[in-house]
T-cell receptor
Framework: EAQVTQNPRYLITVTGKKLTVTCSQN?????MSWYRQDPGLGLRQIYY???????DKGDVPEGYKVSRKEKRNFPLILESPSPNQTSLYFC???FGTGSRGYTFGSGTRLTVV | QKEVEQNSGPLSVPEGAIASLNCTYS??????FFWYRQYSGKSPELIMS????GDKEDGRFTAQLNKASQYVSLLIRDSQPSDSATYLC????????????FGTGTSLTVIP
């Protein structure tokens, strides 16, 4: 089944404790992206990647890191999480430059206390 | 000014009616336009994409794009209770590389 897989689905952590949210897609998509979704603010792009070893900042990159060492994987790293990073996170992928629209993962609900 | 704006709703329509959802965008360089449906607690699901002026129909859904007026709309004919969800408008703006901008969504309730 073609899908984008995120893990974990739910995560509660403490301020400052490094964490990684994994994202993997099995559709051979070139384009991958991370979003956070907050009430009243909608989906905001954190980082995106056009292909292996090619990443770029979205609208809200502060406090996040990403890497794209393999085409299928695009992990999101929070080096020192803070409470304002409590949010619902989505990974998404697409063919080409993303102009055909995304397939989204199931989401990761992160709470930083 | 936000790149993509939608009325947050909620929009309520009776079963069988036409639901009309609207979206405006600010950048005339926008190239690709999308409508996503998001059920509560779930991830967004792509339902329509449109790239040129005019209408595009897919089953009960019709997307309409007017680049001169900078708006894109989604019509849902014969609305069903299962259409109750939040609908997100998204645009790909060419001059920002490959960044996508989403509206905050319109909540639709179809009343049986």
């Amino acid at each position: 089944e073609a899908q984008v897989t995120q893990n974990p689905r739910y995560l509660i952590t403490v301020t400052g404790k490094k964490l990684t949210v994994t994202c993997s897609q099995n559709m051979n998509h070139e384009y991958m992206s991370w979003y956070r979704q907050d009430p009243g603010l909608g989906l905001r792009q954190i980082y995106y990647s056009m292909n292996v070893e090619v990443t770029d900042k979205g609208d809200v990159p502060e406090g996040y890191k990403v890497s794209r060492k393999e085409k299928r994987n695009f992990p999101l790293i929070l080096e020192s999480p803070s409470p304002n990073q409590t949010s619902l996170y989505f990974c998404a992928s697409s063919f080409g430059t993303g102009s055909r629209g995304y397939t989204f993962g199931s989401g990761t609900r992160l709470t930083v206390v | 000014q936000k790149e993509v704006e939608q009325n947050s709703g909620p929009l309520s329509v009776p079963e069988g009616a036409i639901a009309s959802l609207n979206c405006t965008y600010s950048d005339r360089g926008s190239q690709s336009f999308f409508w996503y449906r998001q059920y509560s607690g779930k991830s967004p699901e792509l339902i329509m994409s449109i790239y040129s002026n005019g209408d595009k129909e897919d089953g009960r859904f019709t997307a309409q794009l007017n680049k001169a007026s900078q708006y894109v709309s989604l019509l849902i004919r014969d609305s069903q209770p299962s259409d109750s969800a939040t609908y997100l408008c998204a645009v790909n703006i060419a001059n920002t590389g490959n960044q996508f901008y989403f509206g905050t969504g319109t909540s639709l309730t179809v009343i049986p």
